[in-house]
């Protein structure tokens, strides 16, 4: 009688065992809230990091675009210029939408632009090559210490030499230097852009 009673309480202790150790290795599909939680605070710790370094590459990306875009036009001026014969000018406006730069033949008031980069000119005989619009939600505008530059096409020089910089939302800028030769240096004032010389 006390075997049968051992023999039954093995029996139902394995059966108890088994039970348990199924219910255990049964593979678990998803994940709990708690660990939803978790990797959404995780998550949301590492956007608030990555933004702001985003939106500064974002900046430092725009500012050097437009820096590059100017610089690779006084170079078409100076070579136009040469090319043709004939004086090619580079002027810079400013208006209540932004900042803006235009190329084109004439007296520097002969023509003008706007920040939504369109361009006109006065005088009929005088011709607009490229017209570049900055509007103010682009995040950039230029500053230039001269209002217009010519190129003469026999000597290759400019007149007079002057520096446009091209500032982004947070003040950093690149400022090409135009010397009286025609030639373009680009710097960064105060070093605010890394990789460019301080000027």
Same mark, same amino acid.
């Given at each position: 009688?006390?075997?049968?009673?051992t023999n039954s309480i093995k029996s139902v202790t394995l059966r108890w065992h088994r039970k348990i150790s199924t219910a255990w290795s049964?593979?678990?599909?998803?994940?709990?809230?708690?660990?939803?939680?978790?990797? &959404?605070?995780?998550? $949301?710790?590492? +956007?608030?990091?990555?933004?702001? @370094?985003?939106?500064?590459f974002q900046e430092r990306h725009r500012l050097q675009g437009h820096a590059m875009e100017l610089v690779t036009d006084l170079h078409y001026v100076r070579s136009e210029s040469v090319a043709r014969n004939k004086g090619l000018r580079i002027s810079f406006y400013a208006d209540?939408?932004?900042?803006?730069? &235009?190329?084109?033949? $004439?007296?520097? +008031?002969?023509?003008?632009?706007? @920040?939504?980069?369109?361009?006109?000119?006065?005088?009929?005989?005088?011709?607009?090559?490229k017209s570049v619009g900055l509007a103010t939600a682009l995040g950039v505008k230029l500053q230039s210490n001269v209002a217009s530059m010519l190129f003469d096409p026999s000597r290759g020089t400019t007149s007079p030499a002057g520096s446009i910089t091209v500032i982004g939302q947070s003040g950093n800028s690149i400022r090409q230097v135009v010397n009286i030769m025609g030639r373009t240096r680009t710097c960064s004032p105060q070093g605010t852009v890394s990789g460019y010389r301080v000027c």
């Open positions: 009688m006390a075997g049968q009673k049964v593979k678990q599909d998803g994940m709990t809230l708690i660990e939803l939680v978790v990797v &959404l605070g995780i998550l $949301g710790i590492l +956007a608030s990091l990555a933004i702001p @370094s985003f939106q500064a209540s939408g932004g900042t803006c730069y &235009l190329i084109h033949t $004439g007296n520097a +008031a002969a023509c003008t632009c706007s @920040s939504n980069g369109s361009a006109q000119c006065s005088d009929p005989t005088n011709s607009i090559q």
